[in-house]
Each structure stands twice: as C-alpha cells, then as structure tokens.
C-alpha cells in the first residue's frame, strides 16, 4: 500500500514538472501589457505622450518607441524615457485629426528581441483634419531652365530652314550648268574646225 501511494505521488510530480517545462520559454519573453493612448482608442483629444509598460524591465539601450502619421510620416518625439517596465515618449508637435501608428521594439531578459505595432485615431471634433501631401511642383529654377530650352528649340528652327533655303538659292540650276558646258565644248569644236580649214586654204 506504502509502494502504490509513493509510486503515484513521484507520477503526480513528474506530470506537474512536463507541464510546467514549456512554460519556461514563454515567461522569459517580454510583452506588452498597457499602452496610453490604447489600442484602437478613438480620442477627442491630441496625446502629448505615448507611454508603454511590459511584462519585465526594460534595457534603455534596446527599447525603441515610434509614432508615425497616416501618410507614414514619423511624428517628432523624444527618445525613450525608461522607468523599470515603462517607456514613454514626448510627442513634439501638436497632433492633426487622423489615424497614428505606435510602433515598438524591446529585448527580453533572455536577450529575445521583441517588436509590435498599434493604431489609435485623433478625432477632435474642434481640429481641421491632417492635410493630405501635396503633389510635388517643379521648382522654379528647373521651369526656367525648361522654358529656356524650349525658347532656344523654337529660335534654332527659323535659322535651320534659312539655312537650308539659303543653300538651295545661292546656286545655279544643275540644267543650266550642264547646258552651258556642251555650248561651250560645241563652241570651242567649231573654232577649231574653222581654223582648220583657214590653214587648208
């Protein structure tokens, strides 16, 4: 009877310890546990800070925190400031109507990396929504360079058609140069045929 309550009592444990042995891993990674602004809050008013606790403390080297805008803009903030599981940063500029995305990273105790994001939306019923990005302009540099090129394109034509015009009627008919060398020719024949025959006689 002894041997049967001692046998069942090292099952007990030794079922108790497989069942705790995965656990391990787990708990040695850091996650987060409370966020200011909250996931998915809606706020009629601008944050001025975002603060973030974890499960474990956290390493002031390692922890990052970042705010980006809707057009995925990083929003102006302080770096980090850590105290034992919390983080927060210092928003810089006042905050537009809009949705804002929170992204962190941090190490656990093991060393694990670990990163998340989230989204919270501005909704200050007082506050003009965030502008959209405009599309870009040419500077004005660059559209006077532009207009002068085209100019220049524009002068350069007139001159090349003169020039061409120029060389066509600067010069004689083909035909008529032709025509003149066989008058020519037939006249120097004829010359030479009427001394030939003054010699004769």
Do not use: C, K, W
């Not at 800070?49 to 080297?61: C, G, I, K, S």
């Not at 925190?65 to 983080?87: E, K, M, N, Y």
């Not at 058609?161 to 024949?189: C, E, K, N, Q, Y």
């Amino acid at each position: 009877m002894r041997t049967r309550t001692v046998s069942a009592l090292l099952a007990a444990l030794f079922t108790a310890a497989l069942l705790l042995v995965p656990a391990t891993p787990a708990a040695a990674h850091n996650s987060l546990q409370e966020a200011t602004p909250a996931r998915d809050a809606r706020l009629t008013t601008a944050p001025t800070q975002v603060t973030l606790r974890f499960l474990q403390r956290l390493n002031p080297a390692f922890t990052t925190i970042t705010l980006r805008d809707a057009t995925d803009r990083q929003v102006p903030a302080s770096a980090p400031a850590v105290d034992g599981a919390t983080g927060t940063v210092t928003i810089e500029e006042p905050l537009a109507n809009g949705t804002y995305t929170v992204a962190y990273r941090v190490v656990s105790r093991d060393g694990h990396p670990v990163q998340g994001s989230y989204r919270f939306t501005v909704a200050d019923p007082a506050a003009p929504p965030a502008a959209a990005p405009s599309p870009a302009t040419p500077s004005p540099a660059a559209s006077a360079d532009v207009s002068a090129g085209a100019a220049a394109g524009a002068d350069a034509s007139p001159a090349s058609a003169d020039a061409s015009t120029g060389a066509d009627d600067g010069g004689l008919p083909v035909g008529i140069l032709v025509g003149g060398a066989v008058a020519a020719v037939a006249a120097a024949g004829v010359t030479a045929l009427l001394l030939r025959r003054r010699r004769a006689s």
